[in-house]
């Protein structure tokens, strides 16, 4: 059975390039999240979708960052004009229902670098 | 807004000794609480959650973790260590109704063989 995968695993962008991160959830998972890793840090809420609904996204840090689950599954993370602050492990995580008590499950992540 | 705090920066211990691994949250709410631990260039691996009932919750690779109310801690055990449980432990919670998880920010366990 296949987990969360996230492309691509790396990316270095020069500042101001935007940036477009994938996530492809465990097949049937209602929900799917976004979250940011700081080196050396616990991961940080961005953004929570059910199904193709944002439901949540009071933890985007800025107009910059914007998220997407068109069709209810695949989703992506987009990041423009990206700045040296936006340097960090961007995780995708998913859970099978709508519910809060449900774990979730993480991809490997997506480091990105911006120079 | 919910919290958590692991006051250790990284936990050293002997193989085959008890390991613990400290946490403690404020939420408003019944909390949901959640172990996970990460593996270099892996993501964040499900060990065990509390949702209600016994205080005492078993979860993968032999740990447990006792969820204290009046302590409002939620401290992760293993009997006897191995040199693979070597990985960076994250506690999370999440308040009743409202699916984001906050996380700690990490403990680093080291088991010495």
């Known amino acids: 059975g296949a987990g969360v995968s996230q492309s691509p695993r790396y990316k270095v962008a020069k500042r101001g390039q935007d940036v477009a991160l994938r996530c492809d959830p465990i097949?049937?998972?209602?929900?799917l999240f976004w979250y940011q890793q700081a080196l050396g840090q616990g991961p940080e809420f961005l953004t929570y979708?059910?199904?193709?609904?944002?439901?949540?996204k009071s933890g985007l840090p800025s107009d910059r960052f914007f998220a997407e689950r068109p069709e209810g599954s695949v989703s992506t993370l987009k990041i423009q004009r990206t700045q040296q602050e936006d340097s960090a492990v961007y995780l995708c995580a998913s859970s099978f229902l709508g519910r809060d008590d449900n774990e979730q499950f993480f991809g490997p992540g997506t480091r990105l670098t911006v120079l | 807004a919910q919290s958590v705090a692991q006051p250790e920066d990284q936990v050293n211990v002997a193989e085959g000794n008890p390991l613990t691994v400290k946490c403690t949250y404020s939420?408003?709410?019944?909390?949901?609480l959640f172990w996970y631990v990460q593996y270099p260039n892996r993501g964040l691996q499900f060990l065990l959650k509390y949702i209600t009932g016994d205080n005492l919750v078993k979860g993968s690779y032999g740990f447990e973790a006792e969820f204290n109310k009046s302590q409002t801690s939620f401290h992760l055990k293993k009997p006897s260590a191995l040199v693979s449980d070597s990985a960076l432990y994250f506690c999370?919670?999440?308040?009743?109704?409202?699916?984001?998880?906050?996380f700690g920010k990490g403990n680093q366990v080291v088991v010495i063989p």
């Open positions: 979708f059910q199904n193709e609904a944002q439901l949540d």
């Open positions: 939420v408003s709410g019944n909390p949901y």
């Open positions: 097949s049937g998972h209602v929900s």
């Open positions: 999370a919670v999440s308040p009743y109704g409202n699916n984001r998880l906050a």
